[in-house]
Antibody, heavy 130, light 108 residues
């Protein structure tokens, strides 16, 4: 049974960088893909992106210019960095394991994973202060 | 980006009744890659259905999914007290993966 646990600061100042880590237990980072999803208070879910155990990442275009995801296979962790945050980035941030559902060629040289989320962390609330 | 629109936004039902939730996509969902999740307050979402109609591990048979192309449905037959929650659909056929805005099933 895979378990995930988010960690990081619960308060970030506007214009600074949000940094979160997800620790994976009960399973290995390899050979899987891992995602971050966020949920503003009282609102719906937004997929931020996924990172593969190889380090390949695919981001939501709405956040691509500010997001970096990475993996640390030696620590069985993966991480999220979101730069230049504003109050609009205040949300519960969840990490999740991607259950693969095949892939497709994006026409630009990359095979993009398809996947859904069977395993989630409990989430970490990150507030951005103005 | 594929936009998913769920309806109704709120459904008021009594225990034992059947809930029918709709998820409509702005374009066809590739290879019917659509999932449904249940979320209760203070908890992460819980996977119910994947690939339109496959129940996830340990999900009761009263939950079923159907549909294809742009129109999908989650049906909950014989609502039990623990089923009152918010439900989200998610497409993962094309990046960016997107979620519906959510639909609340509440006690009438």
């Amino acid at each position: 049974q895979v378990e995930l646990q988010e960690s990081g600061p619960g308060l970030v100042k506007a214009s600074e960088t949000l940094s979160l880590t997800c620790s994976v237990s009960g399973g290995s980072i390899s050979p899987n893909e891992w995602s971050w999803i966020r949920q503003p208070p009282g609102k719906g879910l937004e997929w931020i992106g996924y990172v593969s155990y190889t380090g390949f990442a695919n981001y939501n275009p709405s956040l691509r210019s500010r997001v970096t995801m990475s993996v640390d296979t030696s620590s069985n962790q993966f991480s999220l960095k979101l730069t230049s945050v504003t109050t609009a980035d205040t949300a519960m941030y969840y990490c999740a394991k991607v259950t693969p559902a095949g892939d497709y060629y994006d026409g630009a040289g990359y095979y993009i994973q398809r996947g859904f989320f069977e395993y989630w962390g409990q989430g970490i609330l990150v507030s951005v202060s103005s | 980006e594929i936009v998913l629109t769920q309806s109704p936004v709120t459904l008021s039902l009594s225990p034992g009744e059947t809930a029918t939730l709709s998820c409509r996509a702005s374009q066809s969902v590739s290879d019917n890659r659509l999932a449904w999740y249940q979320q209760k307050p203070g908890q992460p979402p819980r996977l119910l259905i994947y690939d339109v109609s496959n129940r996830a591990t340990a999900i009761p048979g009263r939950f079923s999914g159907s549909g294809s192309g742009t129109d999908f449905t989650l049906t909950i037959r014989g609502l039990e007290p623990q089923d009152f929650a918010v439900y989200y659909c998610q497409q993962y056929g094309r990046s960016p993966w997107t979620f519906g805005q959510g639909a609340r099933v509440q006690v009438k």
